[in-house]
T-cell receptor
């Protein structure tokens, strides 16, 4: 099925470092969302973006909805151990009738103490 | 806890058996979704309900799969004659058009078919 191109696939960083990940698509979306998933659990919503060009922050997290509607990025500042997990971007399709989400393949974040 | 709940959290079954999963959405959400997630991948859309109406089904949803939401509240997903390839995490999400239609996920049901 269709998926977004999410990069990087994995990141190994030191505690305190900043993190950046992004998603691109050949399709236009009208909503972008970022989720975090811990092992054996469902995705937890981090940030939702509804307008092209929108820049939104949630604590140490910042995300932007690309102006072309085909990309988004997520930044995490000053990483801490509880940031470890898999981060997924998801886009909601335009004009398809359904409200289904299309997901990226995830970015696995590992933090070295 | 007023989030999305799923039951069971884990299910181990033998090939050929039928299994049924339940999802209880956030109470004021009228839209409910089922996704499937295999190891190392993002979730993939299966089907979607608005109230009790099933409005879209993915091609991933073979004829062995059926989903219902009879009263527009909880939903069930049944898999008949399970195959090893059905092993995955089955995720349920719900949303409300009045709240940006943002989808909130439950904890998932991990299915293992032996």
């Amino acid at each position: 099925g269709q998926q977004l191109n999410q990069s990087p696939q994995s990141m190994f960083i030191q505690e305190g470092e900043d993190v950046s990940m992004n998603c691109t698509s050949s399709s236009i979306f009208n909503t972008w969302l970022w989720y975090k998933q811990d092992p054996g659990e469902g995705p937890v919503l981090l940030i939702a973006l509804y307008k092209a060009g929108e820049l939104t922050s949630n604590g140490r997290l910042t995300a932007q909805f690309g102006i072309t509607r085909k990309d988004s990025f997520l930044n995490i500042s000053a990483s801490i151990p509880s940031d470890v997990g898999i981060y997924f971007c998801a886009g909601q399709l335009v004009g398809q009738g359904a409200q289904k989400l299309v997901f990226g393949q995830g970015t696995r974040l590992t933090i070295n103490p | 806890d007023t989030g999305v709940s799923q039951d069971p959290r884990h299910k181990i079954t033998k090939r050929g058996q039928n299994v049924t999963f339940r999802c209880d959405p956030i109470s004021e959400h009228n839209r409910l979704y089922w996704y499937r997630q295999t190891l190392g991948q993002g979730p993939e859309f299966l089907t979607y309900f608005q109230n009790e109406a099933q409005l879209e089904k993915s091609r991933l949803l073979s004829d062995r799969f059926s989903a219902e939401r009879p009263k527009g509240s909880f939903s069930t997903l049944e898999i008949q004659r399970t195959e090893q390839g059905d092993s995955a995490m089955y995720l349920c999400a719900s949303s409300s058009p009045g709240a940006g239609d943002t989808q909130y996920f439950g904890p998932g049901t991990r299915l293992t078919v032996l």
